[in-house]
């Protein structure tokens, strides 16, 4: 009996044993789904070169878990009806986890769709990683068990922002324009509630909303800025709508600041040049001169494809993916899940946690400027002698913002 019993214990700890080791030398497969055709193909293209390049650094022995990562890369055309048929492709191929991150029109499509089939299909549940769709719905009233978000949303940048221009004696009047989609909407609810409080002496003396990805000539707008007084423009645009919206302002004149979010971003570092030396600034939570591992895997990039990495959303997805799997002992997608909430794990930028209440990264923002690349601060992207330096650093704590979200678990 006691020989018996023995045995049965041995086997149940082999078993333990496998169970904790399973994924490792796994395949994960994950769905890239974003655009790689129209004005904002360039963004695309540079962020499946970062998926596909941190797959490869984070892979096997170099991830907690030890699975290997393989991305499929899909063009969604910057559509959500594209988005929705290009889900259904990666999940005919047996994906379980999808990112995206170009567009929040996309994004909300792709939670509402996830949510849907995850309802319908129990077992074959998908996971949403969200590396770069900022609109703070989709972690508050939209909130998902099925989403993580891995780069800081919409009033978290704006919080951070704000905080620092509330001592900028030159911020006045300020002009907000965005594009007109969910994100550029939220941009500028949250910079009117911000200044508000904060600086309530400052003028709000224009405001535009434009097409997303669709404008090739951006002199009318400027002239309207011009003619408004700004001595400010706030803004959440991206890619071609960025790069163009500076070239403009370069070529019309207009000297005032830009806070911007997306000034690393693919095109606009070339749209600058040096004309906006000193008065463009961008929130976000890194920057080209961290140095580290970060300058590090940047060198190589760089090397690789001759091309500027600046979406480090990319890294801290990867790092906290698997050090979920790795707690959960699986990549199943629900076991993932539950693992990953209130993960926390050292980043390139800190220490980091995926808080449980939202599935919203809290991680530590910097404000940079765009100035002359120097001895100190030397990175300068798409070879424009220029860079953006760190000006202040934001703890989590202080970019952190309250969440609505009832978050609705399995079982």
Known sequence: MKFTTRLIAAAALTTCAFGAMAQKGETVKIAWIDPLSGLMAPVGSNQLKSFQFFAEKFSGANNPAGVKFEIIGIDNKLSPAESLNALKAAMDQGVRYITQGNGSSVAGALIEAVNKHNERNPGKEILFLNHSAVDPDFTNSKCSFWHFRFDADTSMKMEAMTTFMKDDAGVKKVYLFNQNYSHGHQVAKFAKE????????????GEDLHPLAQV???SP???????????????????????????????GGYTGKFYTYYTGVTGTPTALGAG????????????YNMGGDMGKWMGEFKQKFNDDF??????????????AMAKAKSTDPVKVALAFE???FDNFNGEVEMRKTDHQMQQPLYLSVWQKA???YPYNPENTGMTLAPVKEFPSYVSSTPTSCQMKRPG
Do not use: C
């Open 276 to 287: 906006g030396a000193g008065r463009v600034y961008q929130i976000a939570y890194n920057h």
């Open 194 to 205: 911000n200044l508000a409080r904060k600086r309530p002496d400052v003028k709000i003396v």
């Open 216 to 218: 090739r000539d951006f």
């Open 342 to 344: 209130g993960l926390k």
């Open 221 to 251: 707008y400027i002239a309207k800025i011009k003619a408004s007084g700004a001595d400010t423009v706030i803004t959440g645009n991206w890619g071609s709508d960025l790069a163009l919206l500076i070239k403009a302002a370069n070529e």
């Open 310 to 323: 600046y979406t480090g959303s990319v890294i801290t997805l990867f790092k906290g993916l698997s050090g």
């Open 374 to 376: 120097d001895k100190k």
